[in-house]
């Protein structure tokens, strides 16, 4: 018998992807630079030369048949080694090739985590607004999503989260920089959250796991920094990807990292490969591991998001607009002026702009905006935005 749920997943796309495929319907009608398309987080910023450089070299340098053959199932040693060095020296952290396990993006680390995790009837606290995959995720494994909205800085509530911790309360997922904020969880905010966690553990007398979400970790501005979470809390799992920082998204690269002294590492460890077995996600592809090496500390060019970003927050809020400044990734969350977030994105859509509701990131009133589009596109949409602000006055 066909899995109802999985058929209602596949029947209904994400608000995210549906107004994807409304822009590349809508493109064919009335030509592609006459729709202004914010809706997907797709880097248009090319990959850093180190990546090519690595493909070509791989494929035509490599004598071993073995470059596209199967790597053991939690990825290449080697490779593994390589991202150890790399996050030791970045991080000042102890981590070793055995801590790793290498995936299909950051989507294939959060289901492998999530599965190794979260038994059926327990729950995952998630700080909204949040990334919408999460939810199906989280209930994919048969778990209760648990949001718990962030503070008007869009900084993790503490006292909040707190209150939502309960005897069934699995993990929490972090997502900073985030999508689909832009906010970038602060040391002081990350240093509060862990303390109050380790003492919920103490109380309930067993861990509780922070994964922590990290595609954009290299995307930040204005000097910001990332705290990671390892070195501030031990029950720790790391959820990397390369999609964005090397814009590669549809090469479908990441990892996940145990930390080392995570409570029962063995099992934890154990458990995610495990899940990555039941879930078929063994041993990601092989040439894309492989070239990791050649581009660890590499990024894609990320000034062009930064001048995006700048360019959008003086010209939307001389509009009228209102926003918080992001600081990471490459999203703008700006208010509806209606209050309504459906009736902004499609009074949106009438002037070809593509943004999307903040209601499936669990938090009503906002559109988000996608800044990684090229500059050229943000300029030429900027008088549809000027539009759209007065059609609001009248
Ligand atoms: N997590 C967040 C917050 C994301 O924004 C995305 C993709 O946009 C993912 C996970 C999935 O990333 P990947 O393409 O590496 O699977």
């Not at 607004?129 to 900084?155: A, H, M, N, T, W």
């Not at 990292?257 to 495990?274: D, N």
């Given at each position: 018998m066909i899995n109802e749920k999985m058929r209602e997943l596949g029947a209904k796309r994400s608000v995210i992807r549906e107004l994807f495929e409304y822009g590349k319907k809508r493109k064919a009608e009335i030509g592609e630079e006459n729709v202004y398309d914010f809706s997907l987080g797709n880097p248009s910023v090319p990959a850093p030369k180190e990546v090519n450089e690595a493909i070509v070299k791989l494929v035509t340098e490599e004598k071993s048949v073995l470059l596209h053959g199967y790597t053991s199932a939690q990825g290449d040693a080697g490779v593994r080694a390589a991202i150890a060095d790399y996050i030791n020296k970045t991080h000042g952290e102890e981590v070793t090739a055995d801590c790793l396990y290498m995936t299909v993006g950051a989507a294939g680390a959060l289901t492998s985590s999530l599965t190794a995790l979260v038994s059926p009837g327990e729950e995952v606290i998630v700080p909204?607004?949040?990334?919408?995959?999460?939810?199906?995720?989280?209930?994919?494994?048969?778990?209760?999503?648990?949001?718990?909205?962030?503070?008007?800085?869009?900084?993790?509530?503490?006292?909040?989260?707190?209150?939502?911790?309960?005897?069934?309360?699995?993990?929490?997922?972090?997502?900073?920089?985030?999508?689909?904020?832009?906010?970038?969880?602060?040391?002081?905010?990350?240093?509060?959250?862990?303390?109050?966690?380790?003492?919920?553990?103490?109380?309930?007398?067993?861990?509780?796991?922070?994964?922590?979400?990290?595609?954009?970790?290299?995307?930040?501005?204005?000097?910001?920094?990332?705290?990671?979470?390892?070195?501030?809390?031990?029950?720790?799992?790391?959820?990397?990807?390369?999609?964005?920082?090397?814009?590669?998204?549809?090469?479908?690269?990441?990892?996940?990292?145990?930390?080392?002294?995570?409570?029962?590492?063995?099992?934890?460890?154990?458990?995610?490969?495990?899940?990555?077995?039941?879930?078929?996600?063994?041993?990601?592809?092989?040439?894309?591991?492989?070239?990791?090496?050649?581009?660890?500390?590499?990024?894609?060019?990320?000034?062009v998001y930064d001048r995006n970003r700048r360019l959008l927050l003086d010209r939307l809020s001389e509009y009228g607009f209102e926003m918080i400044k992001p600081e990471g990734a490459f999203y703008l969350f700006i208010k509806s002026p209606s209050g309504d977030a459906g009736e902004f994105c499609e009074r949106a859509k009438k002037y070809e702009i593509l943004i999307v509701p903040s209601d499936d990131f669990g938090c009503g009133g906002y559109a988000r905006l996608a800044y990684c589009v090229t500059t050229e596109q943000i300029e030429r949409a900027l008088p549809a935005f000027e539009r759209l602000a007065k059609s609001y006055k009248e």
């Open positions: 909204a607004p949040y990334f919408p995959e999460y939810k199906v995720f989280i209930e994919r494994c048969g778990g209760i999503i648990r949001e718990v909205p962030c503070d008007s800085e869009l900084q993790l509530d503490i006292s909040a989260i707190e209150a939502a911790v309960n005897e069934k309360t699995a993990a929490i997922i972090i997502n900073s920089p985030n999508n689909p904020t832009g906010a970038v969880f602060s040391e002081g905010n990350i240093k509060a959250l862990c303390d109050m966690l380790r003492g919920c553990e103490e109380r309930l007398g067993r861990p509780i796991y922070i994964i922590s979400d990290e595609p954009y970790r290299e995307l930040v501005y204005d000097g910001v920094k990332v705290p990671y979470l390892t070195k501030y809390y031990d029950n720790t799992i790391v959820c990397y990807s390369f999609s964005k920082s090397l814009s590669i998204p549809g090469e479908r690269i990441g990892y996940i990292l145990v930390c080392p002294r995570c409570k029962e590492f063995t099992s934890v460890y154990q458990a995610v490969c495990g899940a990555g077995r039941a879930l078929g996600f063994v041993c990601a592809p092989s040439l894309l591991q492989k070239l990791l090496p050649y581009c660890l500390g590499a990024t894609s060019d990320i000034s």
